[in-house]
């Protein structure tokens, strides 16, 4: 059911930017102010307003209108502002011309602005460096907000597009391309929308990166790259350069902490618990390390200078 607006009275000065036309007692009006459509009845002092357009030059009403169309708005001299509606600017501008024909267009640019749709793809957990990531997912959503208009998604791989959708759909969307990186890499999607008549593109990026492996564990001394790799193994992980906190069970071995060479030296490493300092109780050293796709790759070696029998023993490591 169409929405109905009530006024004071009903002439051509009330509905200045509007043709009327008569027919069968019922007045008919026609906007002749910008492209597309709108039109309405009056009966009985109300107004019916249908179609797809703004329209301004509106008079003269009790209340501001509400009207039944895609971006049907109204905007214009004696509408008043209504204060009961949730304002939907989630912050205030600086520094910005907000602009309006009057005191109400205004409040309205301020208090309910366009609110244009976004776009955002899902982010990606790190590879393991030696590795292909192949058949590479792109997941996200676009969220409508006030927007009617969209087109062309593009997904793009280090900013070269590699597929596109013309015709795309709000909410979420999933494309699996067919490329493969071994290395950081950026992917993005991109997206053009209408923006209330004032076309732009907006897009969301995520970059995807590789590390190597790091090991730790416990173990006889001095042992090689090789026998790292392989004793290690359960205790690999792919992580990003930063703290890391483990457990040990000594049973009468060394302890060793294995880190990427590129990531630099430790500063310290500490026994969170009680924070005693135990980086004089280890040496370091670099050995090679074969990554996954057997290519050497230096690591520094952290082991511990003494034998040791403690069993859930926490140590931090820190850059």
Do not use: C, H
Request: glycine content about 6%.
């Amino acid at each position: 059911m169409p929405n109905y607006i009530r006024t004071k009275q009903i002439d051509q000065q009330d509905l200045s930017g509007f043709l009327i036309d008569t027919i069968s007692n019922q007045s008919y009006l026609i906007s002749s102010l910008a492209s597309g459509s709108a039109s309405g009845i009056i009966l009985n002092e109300t107004v019916l307003l249908t179609g797809n357009q703004t329209i301004s030059g509106i008079k003269n009403f009790t209340s501001r209108p509400k009207f039944n169309g895609t971006n049907l708005v109204a905007e214009g001299e004696g509408t008043n502002f209504n204060g009961a509606r949730v304002i939907k600017r989630t912050s205030f501008p600086y520094n910005e011309i907000i602009g309006g024909n009057d005191v109400t267009g205004f409040l309205n640019n301020l208090f309910f602005p366009f609110i244009p749709a976004t776009l955002n793809l899902n982010s990606y957990s790190i590879k393991e460096l030696g590795t292909t990531f192949s058949s590479i997912p792109f997941q996200g959503i676009i969220t409508q907000n006030d927007e009617t208009i969209i087109t062309n998604l593009q997904f793009l791989k280090d900013n070269i597009v590699i597929y596109t959708t013309p015709s795309p759909s709000f909410g979420s969307f999933s494309y699996t391309s067919n490329a493969s990186s071994t290395s950081a890499t950026v992917l993005s999607v991109r997206l053009t929308i209408d923006n209330n008549n004032q076309p732009s593109t907006i897009s969301s990026s995520q970059q995807v990166n590789f590390e190597a492996p790091i090991y730790y564990g416990v173990g006889a001394e001095n042992l090689n790259g090789t026998n790292i790799k392989s004793l290690f193994l359960s205790n690999k992980s792919v992580e990003s350069k930063s703290n890391k906190t483990r457990t040990f069970n000594t049973d009468d071995q060394k302890i060793y902490f294995v880190i990427p060479k590129s990531w630099g030296l430790l500063t310290s490493i500490i026994d969170p618990g009680s924070n005693l300092p135990y980086t004089d109780a280890f040496t370091y050293r670099t050995e090679i390390i074969k990554l996954a796709d057997n290519s050497n790759y230096e690591y520094y070696v952290y082991e511990s200078n003494d034998k040791s029998s403690v069993n859930n023993f926490d140590l931090t490591f820190n850059f």
